[in-house]
C-alpha cells in the first residue's frame, strides 16, 4: 500500500475540489482495519549482507496467521529473493520477525524489484453481547523489495538521471542508471500543462518507455518523484530532448 501513496494524496487534492475528495477523507479517517503491520514502507534487501529481517506487528485484537508471499513483477521474474516464514501464527500486539534472503546465483549488476504482501488471516472471531459474530477486515499489506547490488552507492535523487525525449507524439523515458526509479504516474508537459499517463510508478534500470502525448510545443517534462521508502519530495523539472 505504501508504494501508492504519493499518487494517492496527490489525487485526493484534486477531489477535494469536487467534494468527494472529502468523503474519500472521512472515509480514510473512520475506517479502521486490523491487520499485519510491518515496521518499514519497503525492505531493501543488500546483496553485501546477504539478507535483511522486518518485524511484522499483529494489530488485531486476537490471534492470527501471518501469511507472506513474494511476488515478482511482469518485467522481472527471476526468482531472488525468498522469505522465512512464510507463515507463522501471531498473538494480538505481538510481533514476529520476517527475514529475507537473497539467493541470487550470479552478481547483481542493477536494483532490481519485487514485491511482498503480508496477510493476516484471522483464527475465528469472538460472538458479539447482542449475539452477532463480529465482523472484521484485514488489509493486505503489498511493498516493494528492492534488491541492492554490493558496491553500489546510494543515490537519494535517481530521478535527476532519467533521459526524456519528445519526437512526434510519444514521450519516451530512459533509464540508464542502475536503480529503480519511483514517480507518480501522471506527468506534466511544460510550458503547456498538457499531461500524460506513464503505464506504471516505476522506470527499472536499463528501461526505456514511451508513452502518447498532446501535440503541443514542450520544453520540460515535470515529474513527481518519490524516494526509495515511497515519500513524495517536491516536483523535478527535466529537460526534454528532440
Known sequence: ??????????????????????????????????????????????????????????????????????????EDTDPLVFVTPPLARVEASKTQLVRFILQSEKPLLTQRLKRVIFEGIPQGRPVSEAGYARVGMTVRQNLPIILHPAGLAPNRTPWTDLKWSLQEGQLTVRNETPYVVRLAQEVQLLPSGSAAMLPRTYVLPGEQISVS??????????????????????PYDAPLAF
Open 213 to 234: 502525448v498532446p501535440a503541443k510545443a514542450a520544453t520540460q517534462v515535470r515529474i513527481y518523484p518519490a524516494t526509495v521508502y515511497g515519500f513524495a519530495v517536491p
Open 1 to 74: 500500500m505504501s508504494d501508492i501513496k504519493t499518487i494517492f494524496l496527490k489525487q485526493l487534492r484534486r477531489l477535494t475540489h469536487t467534494g468527494i475528495g472529502a468523503c474519500a477523507l472521512i472515509w480514510a479517517v473512520q475506517v479502521h482495519a486490523d491487520g499485519m503491520v510491518p515496521d518499514t514502507s519497503v525492505i531493501i534487501v543488500n546483496e553485501a549482507n546477504g539478507e535483511t529481517a522486518v518485524s511484522v506487528t499483529n494489530t488485531d485484537a486476537s490471534l492470527a496467521l501471518l501469511h507472506v508471499t513474494i511476488e515478482n513483477i511482469p
